[in-house]
């Protein structure tokens, strides 16, 4: 599920927001480089919130997208894909979570 948000009301780099603010790690794919961010939802490592951010301009603002998905558990060895939900209502209640954390966070700065 992805939503977005003006940077204008972050009152820091996304990368600290989503971890400082919403409770996420830094990670990073070994074969990729790309970078990330999980939250667990328990002990273990999976299930876990899954986000990613990317960063786009519109009318020389800019905008943070948030991707964010839900990993049921590890990929296989073999398969490049996991166990993922990017809907259903745990993903929606976390989108809740981070965009009453993003007012908080404007209200605050």
Do not use: W
């Not at 990670?27 to 480089?33: K, P, Q, R």
């Not at 999976?46 to 990993?71: A, C, M, Q, T, W």
């Amino acid at each position: 599920m992805k939503f977005e948000v003006k940077q204008k009301y972050l009152s820091v780099q996304p990368e600290i927001f989503v971890q400082r603010s919403c409770g996420y790690a830094r990670i990073v794919d070994h074969a990729s480089g790309q970078e990330s961010f999980a939250r667990r939802l328990s002990g273990d490592f999976y299930p876990r919130f899954h986000l990613y951010l990317e960063e786009k301009n519109e009318g020389g603002e800019r905008i943070i997208v948030f991707s964010l998905h839900l990993d049921q558990k590890k990929s296989s060895q073999s398969a490049t894909r996991h166990s993922a939900e990017y809907d259903g209502e745990l993903v929606e209640f976390e989108v809740t979570r981070l965009k009453t954390l993003v007012i908080q966070n404007y209200r605050q700065g």
